[in-house]
């Protein structure tokens, strides 16, 4: 079982900056990319940011310039670094890993349960 712990959404004005937290656990035999998610009631679920293990960041370009994507591969942590941040960031924002549990298992893409980020004046 993989277990998903994300801390740091909540509100900020326009121009203001929040940072995410995801720590993933449990059941990892191994991980690969890493990232943010968001998604407005509904649309579909984009891509926001991802980081391959090597540390290769992928962003939309939306966010390009604003946003910093991090890791540790090590304690299986990615943040997000929001600046500059707009009203139209305001989207639960959901951490992926892509996951093989255990040797025997594929890979699988697993998500945490959304952080709420809002951005009003």
């Known amino acids: 079982q993989v277990q998903f712990v994300e801390s740091g959404g909540g509100s900020s004005h326009p121009g203001g900056s929040l940072r995410l937290f995801c720590e993933v656990s449990?059941?990892?035999?191994?991980?690969?990319?890493m990232g943010w998610y968001r998604q407005v009631p509904g649309k579909d679920r984009e891509l926001v940011a991802d980081i391959s293990t090597s540390g290769w960041p992928r962003y939309a370009d939306s966010v390009k310039g604003r946003f910093t994507i991090s890791r540790d591969s090590v304690k299986n942590m990615v943040d997000l670094q929001m600046n500059s941040l707009q009203p139209e960031d305001t989207d639960v924002y959901y951490c992926?890993?892509?996951?093989?549990?255990?040797?025997?298992?594929?890979?699988?893409?697993?998500w945490g349960q959304g952080t709420q980020v809002t951005v009003s004046s």
């Open positions: 449990g059941s990892i035999f191994s991980i690969a990319a």
């Open positions: 992926y890993a892509n996951i093989r549990p255990t040797p025997r298992q594929n890979w699988g893409d697993y």
